[in-house]
Nanobody
Framework: VQLQASGGGLVQAGGSLRLSCAAS????????MAWFRQAPGKEREFVAA?????????YYADSVKGRFTISGDAARNSVYLQMNSLKPEDTAVYYC?????????????????WGRGTQVTVSS
């Protein structure tokens, strides 16, 4: 399974961006997809996840609740991240990931497949 993320860029604080991630195929019959991010000098951290075995199951990091929205399109094997009210501390490389066991975990090692990442830079 290959994941391709896109949609990153440079935006001013308070602005919005929408990230997209397309998988080349389904990771399994019941799988989850997620977004993580990694800022320079910091560990990769969980942002949001969606489980495709239950379309109404979403998980968010506390730092993005109320500002970011994850959504998915199972037919297209795709996941999206709408990011609003962006802050400079949201600056990072954003990665999409897929978990073939559908766990929607906030732990990076739970994910089998990773995309290359897309840079998001928020200026103050």
């Amino acid at each position: 399974v290959q994941l391709q993320a896109s949609g990153g860029g440079l935006v001013q604080a308070g602005g919005s961006l929408r990230l997209s991630c397309a998988a080349s195929e389904r990771a399994s019959s019941d799988y989850a997809m997620a977004w993580f991010r990694q800022a320079p000098g910091k560990e990769r951290e969980f942002v949001a996840a969606i489980s495709f075995n239950d379309a109404s199951t979403y998980y968010y990091a506390d730092s993005v609740k109320g500002r970011f929205t994850i959504s998915g399109d199972a037919a297209r094997n795709s996941v999206y991240l709408q990011m609003n009210s962006l802050k400079p501390e949201d600056t990072a490389v954003y990665y999409c990931a897929a978990d073939s066991f559908g766990r929607s975990s906030d732990y990076p090692r739970a994910y089998d497949y990773w995309g290359r990442g897309t840079q998001v830079t928020v200026s103050s």
